[in-house]
């Protein structure tokens, strides 16, 4: 049974910093793409960033380019987003997700098959 499992998520004020860690089981975690998406209340879920298998190709969605970076030790078998000036509008909260085996980074929520539940990030304005 594949588990996934987020942490670190937080209140911080405006322009403040948070790092998100996902990890998983029943899986080959060095084997896979993964990804972060996140939801807000009233809206649908959105992708925020992607890492490949080998983690040589990341993607970021243009509202977090530049602020958030996400990377993995696949020695530990941890995913990180670092997320740094947040703004009030990256409230939400943030799921962690397995994608394809062996396959690219991809924005496209089809492409994960596992989620995490969920971990809540608030910034305060």
């Known amino acids: 049974q594949v588990q996934v499992v987020e942490s670190g998520g937080g209140l911080v004020q405006a322009g403040g910093s948070l790092i998100l860690s996902c990890t998983t089981s029943?899986?080959?975690?060095?084997?896979?793409?993964m990804g972060w998406f996140r939801q807000a209340p009233g809206k649908e879920r959105e992708a925020v960033s992607s890492?490949?298998?080998?983690?040589?190709?990341?993607l970021y969605s243009d509202s977090v380019k530049g602020r958030f970076t996400l990377s993995r030790d696949n020695a530990k078998k941890i995913l990180y987003l670092q997320m740094k000036g947040l703004k009030a509008e990256d409230t939400a909260t943030y799921y962690c997700a397995v994608g394809k085996e062996y396959g690219p980074a991809s924005l496209d929520r089809r492409d994960f098959q596992y989620w995490g539940q969920g971990t809540q990030v608030t910034v305060s304005s």
């Open positions: 890492i490949g298998w080998s983690g040589h190709t990341t």
């Open positions: 029943g899986l080959t975690f060095d084997d896979y793409a």
